[in-house]
């Protein structure tokens, strides 16, 4: 159990850093300003047509802080599907879409003008944030199934979120929070060693869905009552059932590693068999 590395989440992510969408959020400045002003000025058309782009733009605004988000996270999984709804592009386009409206409409410039600033402000957002991620990350599947990679994987994790958010709700018992902290960084341990070779689904599949199931039916039952009331021999036995949850995290740990030690000796035998021939 002491060769057992902590699971750190961003030890073998990639080098991206998340982009901040607080430049889109400048623009807001401004037009606040026209908001106000034509408010004072009791000019009503100026105010609904300011407060429209004002609107625009932060729609824009909150929409690109969405796609780099999942950008972000799409960067820092070694598997995953590209996102499903492009925020960055549909960002881009009411980018243009808020500067033809505002200078055009709003500010009284020419057609031609705004077309052209608008155009300017998309392919300003393209240079700067670029758009959404489009192809899935699913190399190195082999023959299982990239769709049972991606669902077993996602539903562990969820369970596990589950898992953390109850331990939270235990407050008194501090060795059993610290037993299910040390359970789930081993469970995320062997999703991410998993997520590195996703072949390794079929070895360890059983544990994703049968023992982190089981863990998180155990810790909702012991969080649906109040802690006062839980015996003390009930508590020795979930203590007694972390302790041996904890030595069959290990094994499965093992066993993926053996598993990846077999593979390697499997290559190397075709390799030397492909080299005497």
Do not use: C, W
């Not at 073998?12 to 807001?28: D, E, V």
């Not at 700067?128 to 077993?152: C, F, H, M, W």
């Not at 589950?162 to 709700?169: G, L, P, R, S, V």
Request: aromatic content about 10%; proline content about 3%.
């Amino acid at each position: 159990m002491a060769n057992v590395k902590r699971y750190n989440p961003t030890k073998n992510s990639s080098n991206f850093k998340a982009k901040k969408g607080h430049l889109l959020y400048i623009f807001l400045a401004p037009l606040f300003l026209a908001v106000i002003l034509a408010l004072l000025a009791r000019d009503i058309s100026a105010f609904g047509l300011n407060i429209l782009s004002f609107g625009l733009f932060y729609a824009t605004a909150k929409l690109n802080t969405l796609g780099l988000a999942n950008e972000f996270e799409y960067n820092q999984e070694k598997l995953t599907k590209a996102p499903e709804k492009p925020y960055k592009t549909i960002s881009a386009i009411l980018l243009g879409v808020s500067t033809l409206f505002t200078a055009t409409i709003a500010g009284g410039e020419p057609f031609l003008t705004g077309v052209f600033l608008s155009a300017i402000s998309m392919v300003g957002y393209y240079l700067y944030y670029g758009l959404d991620p489009r192809s899935d990350k699913l190399e190195n599947i082999g023959d299982v199934s990239a769709e049972l990679v991606l669902q077993t994987l996602s539903d562990a994790k969820t369970k596990l979120s589950t898992i953390e958010e109850h331990i939270d709700k235990i407050l008194k018992d501090t060795q059993l929070r610290k037993a299910l902290s040390l359970a789930v960084e081993k469970a995320e341990y062997i999703i991410q060693t998993i997520q590195e070779d996703p072949k390794d689904i079929r070895v360890a599949r059983k544990f994703l869905v049968v023992y982190i199931d089981g863990l998180e039916r155990v810790v909702n039952s012991y969080t649906a009552l109040d802690e006062v009331d839980i015996k003390e021999d009930t508590k020795e036995r979930l203590h007694q059932l972390l302790e041996d949850v904890e030595k069959r995290f290990d094994k499965e740990l093992i066993r993926l590693k053996k598993n990846n030690e077999f593979d390697l000796d499997v290559n190397i035998d075709v390799l030397q068999q492909q080299i005497k021939n």
